[in-house]
Protein backbone atom coordinates (compact mmCIF):
# COMPACT_ATOMS: atom_id res chain seq x y z
CA UNK A 1 0.00 0.00 0.00
CA UNK A 2 1.38 3.28 -0.66
CA UNK A 3 2.29 5.39 1.96
CA UNK A 4 2.05 8.95 -0.09
CA UNK A 5 0.21 11.43 2.35
CA UNK A 6 1.12 15.02 0.87
CA UNK A 7 -0.21 17.98 3.01
CA UNK A 8 -0.98 19.91 0.08
CA UNK A 9 -1.96 19.72 -3.90
CA UNK A 10 -1.51 22.70 -6.53
CA UNK A 11 -4.60 23.39 -8.11
CA UNK A 12 -4.10 26.11 -10.79
CA UNK A 13 -3.33 27.49 -14.15
CA UNK A 14 0.07 26.65 -16.02
CA UNK A 15 1.47 23.31 -17.50
CA UNK A 16 5.17 22.64 -15.60
CA UNK A 17 8.58 21.06 -16.37
CA UNK A 18 9.77 19.16 -13.70
CA UNK A 19 13.67 19.94 -15.33
CA UNK A 20 14.95 17.30 -12.15
CA UNK A 21 13.61 14.53 -10.12
CA UNK A 22 15.81 11.46 -9.87
CA UNK A 23 12.49 8.67 -10.40
CA UNK A 24 14.49 5.91 -10.31
CA UNK A 25 15.48 6.03 -6.19
CA UNK A 26 14.78 3.57 -4.09
CA UNK A 27 13.26 5.76 -1.45
CA UNK A 28 9.76 5.86 -3.69
CA UNK A 29 9.90 1.99 -3.99
CA UNK A 30 10.46 2.00 -0.33
CA UNK A 31 7.07 3.66 0.27
CA UNK A 32 5.16 2.09 -2.10
CA UNK A 33 4.87 4.11 -4.81
CA UNK A 34 4.51 3.38 -8.38
CA UNK A 35 5.70 5.20 -11.61
CA UNK A 36 2.00 4.97 -12.36
CA UNK A 37 1.04 7.10 -9.41
CA UNK A 38 3.84 9.50 -9.48
CA UNK A 39 3.50 10.52 -12.47
CA UNK A 40 -0.67 10.08 -12.49
CA UNK A 41 -0.06 13.25 -9.55
CA UNK A 42 1.67 14.86 -11.27
CA UNK A 43 -0.06 15.22 -14.24
CA UNK A 44 -2.77 16.03 -12.05
CA UNK A 45 -0.94 19.16 -11.20
CA UNK A 46 -0.20 20.71 -14.66
CA UNK A 47 3.34 18.86 -14.83
CA UNK A 48 3.68 17.34 -18.37
CA UNK A 49 7.65 17.04 -18.77
CA UNK A 50 9.78 15.67 -16.58
CA UNK A 51 13.71 15.37 -17.03
CA UNK A 52 15.44 12.30 -14.55
CA UNK A 53 19.18 13.20 -14.19
CA UNK A 54 21.73 10.54 -13.14
CA UNK A 55 25.00 10.09 -10.75
CA UNK A 56 26.66 7.62 -11.52
CA UNK A 57 26.97 4.80 -14.27
CA UNK A 58 24.51 2.71 -11.94
CA UNK A 59 21.78 5.21 -12.04
CA UNK A 60 22.28 6.28 -15.72
CA UNK A 61 21.48 3.25 -16.88
CA UNK A 62 18.59 3.51 -14.34
CA UNK A 63 17.53 6.84 -15.49
CA UNK A 64 17.45 5.88 -19.25
CA UNK A 65 15.66 2.62 -18.35
CA UNK A 66 13.12 4.67 -16.36
CA UNK A 67 12.40 6.71 -19.33
CA UNK A 68 12.37 4.41 -21.43
CA UNK A 69 9.24 2.31 -19.57
CA UNK A 70 7.12 5.10 -19.06
CA UNK A 71 7.79 7.98 -21.23
CA UNK A 72 4.43 9.45 -22.12
CA UNK A 73 2.16 6.52 -20.50
CA UNK A 74 0.92 8.77 -18.24
CA UNK A 75 0.27 11.88 -20.03
CA UNK A 76 3.76 12.88 -18.87
CA UNK A 77 7.31 13.21 -21.26
CA UNK A 78 9.58 11.68 -19.56
CA UNK A 79 13.83 12.24 -20.60
CA UNK A 80 17.05 11.78 -18.98
CA UNK A 81 20.98 12.28 -18.40
CA UNK A 82 23.62 10.35 -18.22
CA UNK A 83 27.05 11.03 -16.07
CA UNK A 84 28.89 10.76 -12.83
CA UNK A 85 28.65 13.17 -10.03
CA UNK A 86 31.32 14.42 -8.14
CA UNK A 87 30.84 12.12 -5.08
CA UNK A 88 31.50 8.99 -8.06
CA UNK A 89 34.61 10.84 -9.66
CA UNK A 90 36.33 8.45 -7.57
CA UNK A 91 34.85 5.65 -9.42
CA UNK A 92 35.82 6.70 -13.31
CA UNK A 93 37.61 4.93 -15.33
CA UNK A 94 37.91 3.95 -18.62
CA UNK A 95 34.83 1.29 -18.72
CA UNK A 96 32.78 4.53 -16.71
CA UNK A 97 33.78 6.71 -20.17
CA UNK A 98 33.49 4.10 -22.76
CA UNK A 99 29.64 3.68 -21.19
CA UNK A 100 29.06 7.35 -21.80
CA UNK A 101 30.37 7.61 -24.93
CA UNK A 102 28.71 4.39 -26.20
CA UNK A 103 25.40 6.16 -25.04
CA UNK A 104 26.49 9.10 -27.05
CA UNK A 105 27.04 7.39 -30.51
CA UNK A 106 25.21 7.86 -33.57
CA UNK A 107 21.89 5.52 -32.46
CA UNK A 108 21.78 7.64 -29.75
CA UNK A 109 18.40 7.83 -27.48
CA UNK A 110 16.66 10.63 -28.27
CA UNK A 111 15.08 10.61 -24.48
CA UNK A 112 18.81 11.63 -23.68
CA UNK A 113 18.96 14.79 -23.56
CA UNK A 114 22.34 15.87 -21.13
CA UNK A 115 25.19 14.91 -19.01
CA UNK A 116 25.03 15.35 -15.67
CA UNK A 117 25.10 15.62 -12.89
CA UNK A 118 28.67 16.49 -13.03
CA UNK A 119 30.84 19.22 -10.94
CA UNK A 120 32.49 19.34 -7.79
CA UNK A 121 31.28 19.53 -4.09
CA UNK A 122 33.41 20.40 -1.65
CA UNK A 123 31.06 20.34 0.94
CA UNK A 124 31.23 16.64 1.48
CA UNK A 125 34.24 15.73 -0.53
CA UNK A 126 33.50 11.94 -0.71
CA UNK A 127 36.01 12.59 -4.50
CA UNK A 128 39.53 13.48 -3.91
CA UNK A 129 38.99 17.65 -5.18
CA UNK A 130 41.60 16.99 -8.30
CA UNK A 131 39.94 13.52 -8.98
CA UNK A 132 36.37 15.86 -9.14
CA UNK A 133 38.32 18.41 -11.27
CA UNK A 134 39.48 16.17 -13.25
CA UNK A 135 36.30 14.17 -14.05
CA UNK A 136 34.30 17.19 -14.42
CA UNK A 137 36.63 18.76 -16.54
CA UNK A 138 36.46 15.46 -18.95
CA UNK A 139 32.73 15.48 -19.08
CA UNK A 140 32.14 19.12 -19.92
CA UNK A 141 34.69 17.79 -22.80
CA UNK A 142 32.35 14.86 -23.91
CA UNK A 143 29.35 17.27 -23.54
CA UNK A 144 30.76 19.78 -25.83
CA UNK A 145 32.04 16.97 -28.14
CA UNK A 146 28.88 15.24 -28.40
CA UNK A 147 26.23 18.69 -28.45
CA UNK A 148 24.54 17.93 -25.34
CA UNK A 149 23.76 20.36 -22.29
CA UNK A 150 25.28 20.00 -18.48
CA UNK A 151 23.57 19.48 -15.09
CA UNK A 152 26.06 21.08 -13.02
CA UNK A 153 26.57 20.37 -9.62
CA UNK A 154 27.97 22.34 -7.30
CA UNK A 155 28.54 23.32 -3.37
CA UNK A 156 31.12 24.85 -1.79
CA UNK A 157 33.40 24.97 -4.78
CA UNK A 158 32.34 28.21 -6.51
CA UNK A 159 35.77 29.61 -8.02
CA UNK A 160 36.69 26.47 -9.15
CA UNK A 161 33.78 25.36 -11.13
CA UNK A 162 33.27 28.77 -12.82
CA UNK A 163 37.15 28.38 -13.42
CA UNK A 164 37.38 25.27 -14.73
CA UNK A 165 33.92 26.33 -17.06
CA UNK A 166 35.77 29.40 -18.10
CA UNK A 167 38.73 27.75 -19.44
CA UNK A 168 36.33 25.59 -21.68
CA UNK A 169 35.55 28.22 -22.81
CA UNK A 170 38.76 29.80 -23.51
CA UNK A 171 39.74 27.12 -25.51
CA UNK A 172 36.38 27.28 -27.06
CA UNK A 173 35.20 23.97 -25.62
CA UNK A 174 31.73 25.23 -24.38
CA UNK A 175 28.21 25.33 -26.46
CA UNK A 176 26.50 28.40 -26.69
CA UNK A 177 23.89 27.27 -24.15
CA UNK A 178 26.57 25.04 -21.82
CA UNK A 179 23.38 23.76 -19.53
CA UNK A 180 22.20 24.58 -15.98
CA UNK A 181 23.33 25.38 -12.40
CA UNK A 182 21.11 22.71 -11.04
CA UNK A 183 19.71 23.66 -7.60
CA UNK A 184 21.90 26.77 -7.49
CA UNK A 185 23.16 28.11 -4.00
CA UNK A 186 25.68 30.22 -5.48
CA UNK A 187 25.85 34.10 -4.48
CA UNK A 188 23.93 36.42 -7.06
CA UNK A 189 27.39 37.36 -7.83
CA UNK A 190 28.93 33.98 -8.64
CA UNK A 191 25.99 32.80 -10.75
CA UNK A 192 25.81 36.25 -12.76
CA UNK A 193 28.84 34.68 -14.25
CA UNK A 194 27.56 31.38 -15.16
CA UNK A 195 24.67 33.61 -16.97
CA UNK A 196 27.15 35.62 -19.04
CA UNK A 197 28.47 31.99 -20.33
CA UNK A 198 24.86 30.97 -21.25
CA UNK A 199 23.67 28.86 -18.52
CA UNK A 200 20.16 28.40 -17.11
CA UNK A 201 20.02 28.52 -13.09
CA UNK A 202 17.73 26.04 -11.54
CA UNK A 203 15.69 26.58 -8.66
CA UNK A 204 14.15 24.01 -6.25
CA UNK A 205 12.49 23.55 -2.96
CA UNK A 206 15.19 25.66 -0.53
CA UNK A 207 13.35 29.05 -2.48
CA UNK A 208 10.26 28.34 -0.42
CA UNK A 209 11.76 27.62 2.89
CA UNK A 210 10.97 30.67 5.16
CA UNK A 211 14.61 32.90 5.34
CA UNK A 212 15.60 32.08 2.29
CA UNK A 213 17.21 35.31 1.85
CA UNK A 214 19.75 34.15 -0.49
CA UNK A 215 17.54 32.61 -2.61
CA UNK A 216 15.42 34.99 -2.57
CA UNK A 217 18.34 37.19 -4.07
CA UNK A 218 19.45 34.69 -6.53
CA UNK A 219 15.94 34.58 -8.19
CA UNK A 220 15.45 38.00 -7.94
CA UNK A 221 18.89 38.47 -9.82
CA UNK A 222 18.65 36.01 -12.83
CA UNK A 223 16.94 37.02 -16.20
CA UNK A 224 14.14 35.34 -16.85
CA UNK A 225 14.76 33.94 -19.52
CA UNK A 226 17.87 31.98 -17.82
CA UNK A 227 15.02 30.09 -14.96
CA UNK A 228 14.34 26.84 -14.48
CA UNK A 229 12.15 25.00 -11.63
CA UNK A 230 12.88 21.53 -10.39
CA UNK A 231 11.74 19.41 -8.00
CA UNK A 232 15.43 17.07 -6.95
CA UNK A 233 12.74 14.18 -6.09
CA UNK A 234 13.08 13.25 -3.53
CA UNK A 235 14.52 15.50 -1.70
CA UNK A 236 14.52 19.05 -0.98
CA UNK A 237 10.51 19.07 -0.84
CA UNK A 238 9.27 22.72 -0.89
CA UNK A 239 6.52 24.05 1.41
CA UNK A 240 3.94 23.31 2.55
CA UNK A 241 4.64 19.82 2.45
CA UNK A 242 8.21 20.08 3.42
CA UNK A 243 9.04 17.32 5.74
CA UNK A 244 7.98 14.49 2.67
CA UNK A 245 8.82 12.90 0.03
CA UNK A 246 9.96 15.13 -2.79
CA UNK A 247 7.88 14.21 -6.44
CA UNK A 248 6.91 16.05 -9.43
CA UNK A 249 4.11 17.22 -8.43
CA UNK A 250 5.35 19.70 -6.14
CA UNK A 251 7.27 21.89 -8.22
CA UNK A 252 4.10 24.07 -9.01
CA UNK A 253 4.73 24.80 -5.38
CA UNK A 254 8.52 26.44 -6.64
CA UNK A 255 6.83 28.38 -9.93
CA UNK A 256 4.60 29.85 -7.03
CA UNK A 257 7.16 31.49 -4.82
CA UNK A 258 9.34 32.31 -7.89
CA UNK A 259 5.85 34.40 -9.07
CA UNK A 260 5.95 36.05 -5.78
CA UNK A 261 9.50 37.11 -6.30
CA UNK A 262 9.39 38.40 -9.60
CA UNK A 263 6.31 39.69 -9.49
CA UNK A 264 3.81 37.78 -12.07
CA UNK A 265 1.33 35.37 -12.04
CA UNK A 266 1.70 31.84 -12.04
CA UNK A 267 0.52 30.91 -15.28
CA UNK A 268 3.10 33.42 -16.57
CA UNK A 269 5.81 32.07 -14.79
CA UNK A 270 5.10 28.71 -15.55
CA UNK A 271 5.06 29.26 -19.49
CA UNK A 272 8.25 31.20 -19.05
CA UNK A 273 10.56 27.85 -17.24
CA UNK A 274 8.37 25.39 -19.26
CA UNK A 275 10.22 27.21 -22.23
CA UNK A 276 13.28 27.92 -20.90
CA UNK A 277 13.32 23.60 -19.92
CA UNK A 278 12.88 23.06 -23.75
CA UNK A 279 15.12 25.37 -24.97
CA UNK A 280 17.77 24.08 -22.14
CA UNK A 281 17.49 20.15 -23.25
CA UNK A 282 16.66 20.89 -27.30
CA UNK A 283 13.39 19.71 -27.39
CA UNK A 284 10.19 20.46 -29.39
CA UNK A 285 6.82 20.87 -27.26
Known amino acids: MSKHKPTAH ?3 PGEFFDTHAHL ?3 KFE ?3 RTAEEILTAAKTAGVSKVLVPADSVETSRLACGFANVNDGRYGVDIYYSIGVHPHEAKTWCSEAEQFILERLGSDRDIRLRAI ?3 GLDYYYDLSPRDCQKKVFSRQLDIAYEADMPVILHERDATKDTI ?3 KA ?3 KGALRAEPGVCHCCSMSAEAAAELVKLGFYIGFDGPL ?3 NNVKGVKLAESVPVDRIVIETDSPYLTPEPNRGRRNEPEYVPFVAARLSEIM ?3 IEETARITFENGLKLYGLDR
Open 163 to 165: DII
Open 116 to 118: GEI
Open 30 to 32: EAG
Open 263 to 265: NMD
Open 208 to 210: TFK
Open 168 to 170: QAD
Open 24 to 26: YDR
Open 10 to 12: YEG
